[in-house]
C-alpha cells in the first residue's frame, strides 16, 4: 500500500502583516537589487511581466511592504544571480527544494593565449592556441554568468594599472555586450590594419559612449577617451570584464 504524504499548500497568497524576518529579507534583496539590476538589464517591468504582477506590486516587495512567498523569492534570485537563501532561509518551502550544487562543482572556462591590450592594443589573431581554467560554479551562478558565453584573456600592458596588471588574465562574458557606464569592457578597435584587442572602462556621456584607461599615462595611444563610433577607428564591444586575476605583489 502507497502512502501518501499531504504537504502543506505553500504558494498561497501571504496577506499576513510584514514580520520583521520579512523586512530584514526584503531589506537584504532590495540591497542586491542595487548591485546587480542595472548591470544586468533587469527593471522592475521585466521582473513584473515574468511574475504575472504590477511593477508597484514588485516595488512594494523590493520596500518590504508585501512579504515575499517562495515563488517570488526564486523568481527575483535566479533574476539576479543569486540563491534564494542569500536573501532568506527560512520559508518552509525551502526545506523541501532541491538542494544547492556543491561548491566543489566546478566548469571549465576556455582560455585564449590571445592578448589582450591594457596599453598597446593586441592584434586579433584568427586561431589562438587554447586550454581551460576552472571555476567552481556556485561562483558563477552567485555572478549571474553560469551556463553563458565566458572566455579568458590576458593582459598585455599598463595602461590599466592598478586595476590589471601586465599578465593578468581576464574572464569576461562574451553575450554582455550593452554598454553601461563605469564597467570594463574587452573591445575591438577596427580600421588599423589588423583589428586590435583591448580592455577599457566604458565611460557614458550625453555626447555618446567612450572607452578610456584607468592610467592613461601608460599608454599615448589612450591618453583621452576614445568614442565608440568613430569613423576611422570604431570600437566593438567583444563582452564585459567580469574577473581578473593576477600575482599579488
Do not use: C
Request: glycine share 8%; no cysteine; hydrophobic share 35%.
Amino acid at each position: 500500500m502507497n502512502a501518501l504524504i499531504s504537504v502543506p499548500h505553500m504558494e498561497a497568497s501571504r496577506k499576513a502583516k510584514p514580520t520583521p524576518a520579512d523586512i530584514a529579507a526584503a531589506a537584504r534583496l532590495k540591497a542586491a537589487w542595487a548591485e546587480k539590476a542595472r548591470s544586468l538589464g533587469i527593471t522592475q517591468e521585466k521582473l513584473a511581466h515574468e511574475l504575472g504582477i504590477t511593477q508597484g506590486a514588485v516595488s512594494q516587495y523590493l520596500n518590504g511592504k508585501i512579504p515575499m512567498n517562495f515563488r517570488t523569492l526564486k523568481v527575483f534570485a535566479a533574476s539576479l544571480g543569486i540563491e534564494d537563501t542569500d536573501i532568506r532561509n527560512d520559508l518552509p518551502e525551502q526545506q523541501y527544494s532541491s538542494p544547492t550544487p556543491p561548491d566543489d562543482a566546478w566548469d571549465d572556462i576556455v582560455g585564449y593565449s590571445q592578448a589582450a591590450g591594457l596599453g598597446t592594443g593586441a592584434e586579433a589573431a584568427e586561431y589562438a592556441e587554447t586550454h581551460s581554467l576552472k571555476f567552481k560554479k556556485n561562483s558563477l551562478r552567485r555572478r549571474g554568468i553560469y551556463g553563458r558565453d565566458l572566455a579568458v584573456y590576458y593582459g598585455k600592458g599598463d595602461s590599466m594599472e592598478p586595476t590589471i596588471k601586465d599578465g593578468d588574465a581576464i574572464l569576461f562574458d562574451t553575450s554582455e555586450t550593452r554598454v553601461v557606464d563605469g564597467l570594463l569592457y574587452v573591445i575591438q578597435v577596427d580600421g588599423m590594419a589588423r583589428p586590435e584587442y583591448f580592455v577599457k572602462r566604458a565611460m557614458v556621456l550625453d555626447t555618446g559612449v567612450y572607452f578610456q584607461s584607468d592610467n592613461p599615462h601608460g599608454d599615448h595611444q589612450w591618453r583621452k577617451p576614445k568614442p565608440m563610433a568613430s569613423k576611422r577607428h570604431p570600437i566593438t564591444v567583444i563582452g564585459r570584464v567580469h574577473w581578473i586575476g593576477g600575482w599579488a605583489d
